[in-house]
C-alpha cells in the first residue's frame, strides 16, 4: 500500500474548466445522430436525440439490446463522439474536445460504475479507490489517502480496504466501484446496468446508496433493463431505435 501511495502525480494533464451550472441543465444532447460503418452498410445507432437533465436528477435510461441506449449514455461520458449533434455537459462542448481533453475532462467530471465492476484484481480495496485521484493528479498524498478511507467508510467497507477485490462478495464489489466512481468527486455518475450482476437483496442495497448520493447532490445517469428499479428513479427515458420515445412517470412524478 505504501508504494502505491508514493506513485507521482498526474500533475501535467491540461483539463478544461470545472463544470458550470448556471444558466442551463447539467447534461444536454442537441439533435444528436451516431452512425457507425458496419459490413453491411451505415447503421444509424441515435437518430436526432434530444435529453436535458438538470443537476441533482436520478435518471434511469431503458431500452432492448441494440436500441441504442449504450450509445446514448457514451455520448454523456465522452467515450463515443457524435456524427452530428451536440453534447453538452455543465455547458462544455464535449464532442469538440480532444482525446486527451476528454481523458481529463472525464476523470474529473464523469464518475464511471459497471456491471461486473472492473476493478483492478492486483490492487487492494483502498489501492482501487486512490487510483482516480492519482491518474487526476488531485489532492495530496496524504489527502487522498484520507479521502479514499473516508469513501470507504461512508460504503461501510472501511474493514475491507487492504482486502483484494476477489475477496469480496459481488455486492461489496459493487461498493467498492461506487467508493471508486466517487474518489474525484464528480458531480455526475454514469451507471450501466450497475445492479445486473446481483442478486435483488443486494441491489436493492446499491440502489439505496444511489438514492442517498442524489439526496446529497450527485446527478445519476442508470442504464437499466430491471422496470422495477427504474420507477425507482425520479425519471426514466425509454429508447427505442435509436429514439427516445417515451419518459414514463418515475417515483417523484407519480407522487
Known amino acids: 500500500m505504501l ?22 441543465p447539467l447534461i444536454e444532447l442537441r439533435n444528436v445522430v451516431k452512425t457507425f460503418d458496419t459490413p453491411a452498410g451505415p447503421f444509424v445507432a ?10 441533482g436528477e436520478f435518471v434511469a435510461v ?10 446514448l449514455v457514451n455520448m454523456v461520458t465522452g467515450i ?24 481529463a475532462w472525464r476523470g474529473r467530471t464523469i464518475g464511471l460504475i459497471f456491471q461486473f465492476f472492473q476493478l483492478l484484481p492486483a490492487l487492494s480495496v483502498l489501492e482501487n479507490v486512490l487510483l482516480p485521484m492519482d491518474f487526476c493528479g488531485l489532492y495530496t ?29 459481488g455486492g461489496q464489489q459493487q461498493r467498492v466501484a461506487i467508493a471508486r466512481a466517487l474518489a474525484n468527486d464528480p458531480p455526475i455518475l454514469v451507471a450501466d446496468e450497475p445492479t445486473g450482476n446481483l442478486d435483488s ?6 440502489f439505496r446508496l444511489f438514492e442517498r448520493l442524489v ?36 417515483r417523484s412524478r407519480s407522487a
Request: hydrophobic letters at 40%.
Open 62 to 71: 431503458m431500452g432492448k439490446s441494440g436500441s441504442g441506449k449504450s450509445t
Open 80 to 103: 463515443d463522439r457524435p456524427t452530428s449533434g451536440e453534447v453538452l455537459i455543465g455547458q462544455t462542448p464535449v464532442h469538440t474536445l480532444t482525446e486527451d481533453q476528454i481523458a
Open 215 to 250: 439526496g446529497s447532490g450527485k446527478t445519476i445517469l442508470m442504464v437499466t433493463h430491471d422496470p422495477d428499479l427504474a420507477r425507482r428513479a425520479g425519471r426514466s427515458v425509454l429508447v427505442v431505435d435509436g429514439e427516445i420515445v417515451d419518459e414514463p412517470a418515475g
Open 3 to 24: 508504494n502505491f501511495l508514493r506513485l507521482g502525480s498526474r500533475t501535467d494533464i491540461a483539463a478544461p474548466a470545472g463544470v458550470n451550472l448556471a444558466g442551463g
Open 201 to 206: 437483496r443486494t441491489a436493492d442495497t446499491v
Open 141 to 169: 498524498l496524504r489527502e487522498r489517502y484520507e479521502r479514499a478511507m473516508s469513501l470507504l467508510a461512508q460504503v461501510d467497507l472501511l474493514n475491507q480496504a487492504d482486502k483484494r477485490p476477489a475477496a469480496l462478495s
Open 46 to 55: 441515435l437518430k436526432g436525440v434530444q435529453l436535458q437533465i438538470n443537476a
